[in-house]
């Protein structure tokens, strides 16, 4: 599989945002609103890289990285999906029938590849564990810890697994993408580029069902995000 290189540059971007979730934050550069509207811009298609992390926010939009809690990695898998329908060729360029259709088939693989790419999170996790465990010695005892050195470490073993994880997401979308356009009746597709739609407004009418009033004030700020960029996709 030959794939452009104008995808490169956003492969080696939604590996560094991917950072986010161990090596420098969580600041929320790894949620799916971000890492959708940073790709779309990339790779030239800021609005479906919008209406794509706009949609999955809206699943996880309570689901916060903090305290140690690992959660679904679907900054990643975004970054996967919309990384794979560009090299794909399911542009604008061929119509908005397909592109709309293509991107939908992209959704659906999101929700798999945010549970499967957690176990990138705990795998880092325990690779870095025991350098930590000398910092933490080191500092007991009153030698130097040698932070830099070691917290490098962790920093390559991250940026490095989660581009390796992101390219094998990444074929694997692509392959499924192409299946999909040989192999999915017409009529399917149709469906598909018509539930384009619908997939962001029922998502935030299922958030706001679903959140409770008290809590509400807590996310009314990815909601109003939420909205920005479904009215800049749409």
């Known amino acids: ?6 995808i490169i540059v956003p492969l080696l971007a939604g590996a560094a945002l991917n950072l986010d979730r161990q090596a420098w934050g969580p600041f929320m550069l790894s949620r799916p ?8 811009w990339l790779t030239g298609e800021m609005r479906y890289g919008a209406w794509l992390g706009l949609s999955v926010e809206l699943l996880w939009l309570a689901a916060l990285p903090l305290g140690g809690q690992l959660t679904p990695n679907a900054g990643l898998a975004v970054s996967a999906a919309l990384i794979a329908w560009v090299g794909s ?3 604008p360029a061929v119509g908005t029938y397909q592109t709309q259709a293509g991107l939908v088939v992209s959704f659906l693989t999101v929700p798999l590849w945010a549970l499967a790419l957690a176990g990138l999170d705990r795998l880092n996790r325990r690779l870095v564990e025991p350098r930590l465990a000398l910092i933490r010695a080191d500092l007991a005892t009153g030698q130097n810890p040698n932070f830099w050195p070691r917290n490098m470490l962790g920093f390559w073993l991250n940026l490095l697994s989660s581009l390796l994880a992101l390219i094998l997401a990444v074929a694997a979308n692509s392959f499924l993408l192409h299946l999909a ?3 999915a ?4 597709l149709i469906n598909f580029n018509f539930l384009f739609n619908l997939i962001p407004l029922m998502g935030l009418l ?3 069902a679903t959140i409770e009033p008290r809590a509400f004030n807590y ?3 990815g909601l109003l995000a939420g909205l920005a960029a479904l009215s800049l996709a749409l």
């Open 1 to 6: 599989m030959v794939w452009p290189q104008t």
């Open 33 to 40: 609103l971000v890492t959708g509207f940073v790709i779309g």
């Open 89 to 91: 060729g399911f542009t």
């Open 206 to 208: 299922g958030m706001a």
């Open 219 to 221: 996310y009314l700020g």
């Open 181 to 183: 356009a040989r192999l």
């Open 185 to 188: 009746p017409e009529i399917v």
